[in-house]
């Protein structure tokens, strides 16, 4: 039993989740902390408000606040423009620069004419259904 689950501990999607829940974790502290720290700080100075925390109505004397509905609706589509503008953006591009320097590689398969499997090019016979390929 022991011996299953160090197995399972020990095999690489483990140790990998692992290791991106801790840089995610770290990541979203600095995320967080931009946020907070500077870009809530501009919109602080647009609307003459730190945050919107304290907006409420009242309905028969009982306060409803939408404030922190607000704010945290708020901080999440700046942390979500953060992201995808200064992570996600530079990523995509690089990866399409680091594509297009790529050869394209020579297939090494075929497809069979009788059954329309894959086989390997070098193959005289498919091998599901046994038919001679050319």
């Known amino acids: 039993m022991l011996k299953g689950f160090r197995d399972f501990i020990l095999r690489g999607n483990v140790v990998d989740l692992a290791v991106a829940v801790v840089i995610g974790t770290a990541f ?18 647009i609307v003459k408000t730190p945050d919107f925390d304290n907006l409420a109505f009242y309905l028969n004397a009982t306060p409803i606040k939408y404030g922190p509905f607000l704010t945290a609706t708020l901080n999440f589509l700046i942390i979500a423009g953060v ?48 038919q001679p390929v050319a």
């Open 83 to 130: 992201i995808y503008f200064f992570v996600v953006v530079p990523l995509n591009y690089m990866m399409e620069r680091r594509k297009r320097g790529e050869p394209v590689a020579a297939p090494s398969t075929k497809v069979c004419g009788q059954c329309l499997s894959e086989i390997p090019l070098g193959a005289s016979r498919c091998k599901f259904c046994g």
């Open 28 to 45: 979203g502290a600095v995320v967080t902390a931009f946020t907070k720290g500077i870009i809530m700080q501009f919109v602080a100075a």
